[in-house]
């Protein structure tokens, strides 16, 4: 069983299965040769390139990204084991284990022209006692009259033998119908799905510039009417058109009006900043670069932490910004707002218009960052290079193992590590500070958990 870790918190929960969990996994077990890989190769389509060896690594777990029917999964190739290594029914088991550890389901892939060997015995008692599904593809069935053969594998204890031909494709759309079924749900419904233009939060303290930044980007006449207004009561949304492009900037009613009592009170503050972000996909956070930052900036950031969305800082009434002012308002950007190095900033002026153009092209970026996949088997090649290069730090003697990683969501990034053991919060934080080098990301908050074999 798994352990899923939060690292943030440190607090260790049983997985269960919420819609930001990662893929469900389908491992791939076998012998050599009897065709994993073009088994492999016929599932992800080949439309993922195999990653590159790193020399003088072992690599004996490989994942994919896959997709049938629109289910979407990650296919773990758990390798082969070396014959002539020394006690290879050890290893064999030791293998179908890490298998079993690892997936929701198991595919085991037999050569139905040779029939069950002893290896194919041994690895078939442990899938018996594993309870997982287990899928038994009797491969190389290249035509008919091989089908018979295929029933031989009967005699593993392991259900209705599926004969198929990877090399051909015989039967391998049937065979993923199979494993699709024995996949545990996943729901995912994503704000790029919904459609329509993006979603914008404007957040700020009062007075900080937000409908004076609001009337600029509209311009009075360009202000488009939505549909939607009508609908809601009180908060409603404005579609700006910016760069070409429609834009919803929610719940702008309490900005428009103006409201000074109602945004005073913090306790209102927060509930309307949670609500638009509960609607927004990205957060522009003003900040007056003018004053000193405040408590009330810090909490206006935090909120978009805790809301996961992407962030762009923009520091306006940049125009009251002298050379002296400029100097403290870095240090304490560097003291203050540590928790978000990842944010995009801008310095803008509402009142002269500067920098005002840079806002679009932040939001771009952040919501890219926010939005982007990176593809498994590129995920796994980087992290076994980046542990090879700094190993986690021993632990109680041991020395825990990255088994595999895998995108579990965007919207924001989220990233699962499968482990064989604790890694440090240090660890962690390193290997996001890695993933951001590698992949971008800049606008967007990172999630990375793991999830320990126990
Ligand atoms: P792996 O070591 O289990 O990954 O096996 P490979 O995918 O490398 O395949 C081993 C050999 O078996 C290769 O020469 C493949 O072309 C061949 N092979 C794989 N699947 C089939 C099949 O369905 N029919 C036949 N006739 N040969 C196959
Ligand atoms: P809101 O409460 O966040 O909507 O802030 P407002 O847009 O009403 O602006 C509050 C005050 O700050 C107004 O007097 C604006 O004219 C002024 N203001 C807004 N942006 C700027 C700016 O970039 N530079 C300067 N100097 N003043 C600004």
């Known amino acids: 069983d798994w352990v899923e870790a939060e690292f943030d918190d440190l607090q260790i929960s049983e997985h269960d299965d919420d819609d930001s969990g990662p893929l469900p996994v389908v491992a791939i077990v076998g012998r050599p040769n009897v065709g994993k890989s073009t088994l492999v190769n016929r599932i992800i389509g080949r439309r993922e390139?195999?990653?590159?060896?790193?020399?003088?690594?072992?690599?004996?777990?490989?994942?994919?990204?896959?997709?049938?029917?629109?289910?979407?999964?990650?296919?773990?190739?758990?390798?082969?084991?070396?014959?002539?290594?020394?006690?290879?029914?050890?290893?064999?088991?030791e293998q179908a284990q890490v298998a079993v550890q690892l997936a929701d389901v198991i595919l085991f892939v037999v050569d139905a022209t040779v029939g069950a060997t002893d290896a194919d015995e041994i690895v078939g008692s442990v899938l018996r006692q594993s309870g997982?599904?287990?899928?038994?593809?009797?491969?190389?069935?290249?035509?008919?009259?091989?089908?018979?053969?295929?029933?031989?594998?009967?005699?593993?204890?392991?259900?209705?033998?599926?004969?198929?031909?990877?090399?051909?494709?015989?039967?391998?759309?049937?065979?993923?119908?199979?494993?699709?079924?024995?996949?545990?749900?996943?729901?995912?419904?994503?704000?790029?799905?919904?459609?329509?233009?993006?979603?914008?939060?404007l957040l700020g303290k009062p007075n900080v510039g937000k409908s004076s930044l609001l009337n600029k980007l509209a311009g009075e006449d360009r202000v488009l009417v939505d549909p939607m207004a009508g609908t809601t009561r009180d908060p409603v949304d404005e579609l700006i058109e910016l760069g070409g492009k429609p834009w919803r900037f929610v719940d702008t009613a309490g900005i428009r009006r103006r409201d000074r009592e109602l945004q005073g009170a913090d306790f209102y503050a927060a509930m309307r900043t949670r609500a638009a972000l509960d609607k927004a996909e990205v957060a522009v956070v003003l900040i007056d670069a003018s004053e000193p930052l405040t408590e009330q900036d810090l909490r206006i950031i935090g909120l978009v932490i805790e809301s996961g969305r992407a962030m762009v800082v923009a520091f306006n009434k940049w125009d009251l910004v002298d050379e002296d002012r400029r100097y403290y308002l870095e240090k304490e950007i560097d003291r203050q707002l540590v928790r978000t190095p990842w944010a995009l900033r801008v310095n803008i002026s509402a009142k002269t218009g500067r920098h005002v153009d840079r806002l679009v092209p932040a939001l771009e970026k952040a919501l890219d960052s926010w939005t982007t996949r990176v593809p498994t088997s590129r995920l796994n090649a980087f992290l076994t290079e980046l542990v090879q290069a700094t190993p986690p730090p021993v632990r109680g003697g041991k020395q825990p193992k990255i088994l595999f990683a895998t995108q579990a969501s965007t919207e924001p990034p989220k990233f699962v590590l499968f482990t064989s053991g604790w890694l440090e919060d240090t660890y962690r934080r390193f290997i996001e500070r890695r993933l951001r080098e590698e992949f971008g990301f800049a606008g967007s908050p990172l999630e990375v958990t793991m999830k320990i074999r126990e």
């Not at 590159?52 to 979407?72: F, I, K, L, S």
């Not at 031989?152 to 079924?181: F, K, M, N, Q, T």
């Not at 419904?189 to 459609?195: A, D, V, Y």
């Open 132 to 201: 997982k599904p287990v899928i038994l593809a009797a491969n190389k069935v290249d035509n008919q009259q091989l089908e018979l053969e295929a029933s031989g594998l009967w005699a593993l204890g392991l259900g209705e033998p599926y004969p198929v031909s990877a090399l051909h494709g015989r039967s391998s759309g049937d065979l993923l119908d199979i494993v699709l079924d024995a996949l545990p749900e996943t729901p995912e419904l994503k704000f790029g799905e919904q459609g329509g233009p993006h979603r914008v939060a």
């Open 49 to 93: 390139a195999v990653v590159e060896d790193v020399p003088g690594v072992t690599r004996d777990r490989v994942a994919y990204d896959a997709n049938w029917r629109g289910r979407r999964f990650t296919v773990v190739d758990t390798g082969g084991w070396d014959p002539d290594a020394t006690g290879m029914n050890l290893r064999i088991a």
